[in-house]
Nanobody, 127 residues
Framework: QVQLVESGGGLVQAGGSLRLSCTTS????????MGWFRQAPGKEREGVSC????????YYSDSVKGRFTISRDNAKNTLYLQLNSLQPEDMAIYYC????????????????????WGQGTQVTISS
């Protein structure tokens, strides 16, 4: 059974930082691209970032580029997202997801490219 469990969310002041983790089990983690998504209240889920199977290719949404960093440790079956310079508009539930293959591609931000999802972790920003 595939499981993805996010952690590291919480309450942080604007301008602060958080590091999200996504631990996985039941998945050949090193074979798949991984993504981070987020969903704010009243909004659709949006793609935040994607990293290919080896960690050498990454994609970011324009809204987080330069502030967030995605990484992975295949030996630990864990995905990370470093969130810096957080702003109120970053407040959302953050989800990790495993893609159907090892590449992100130009369509990395589409939900349908991912086969497994975590339950999410809440990130709250105080201004």
């Amino acid at each position: 059974q595939v499981q993805l469990v996010e952690s590291g969310g919480g309450l942080v002041q604007a301008g602060g930082s958080l590091r999200l983790s996504c631990t996985t089990s039941g998945l050949r983690f090193g074979a798949y691209a991984m993504g981070w998504f987020r969903q704010a209240p009243g909004k659709e889920r949006e793609g935040v970032s994607c990293i290919n199977w080896a960690g050498g290719i990454t994609y970011y949404s324009d809204s987080v580029k330069g502030r967030f960093t995605i990484s992975r440790d295949n030996a630990k079956n864990t995905l990370y997202l470093q969130l810096n310079s957080l702003q109120p508009e970053d407040m959302a539930i953050y989800y990790c997801a495993a893609a159907f293959n090892g590449s992100c591609s130009e369509s990395w931000s589409r939900d349908g490219r991912y086969k497994s999802w975590g339950q999410g972790t809440q990130v709250t920003i105080s201004s």
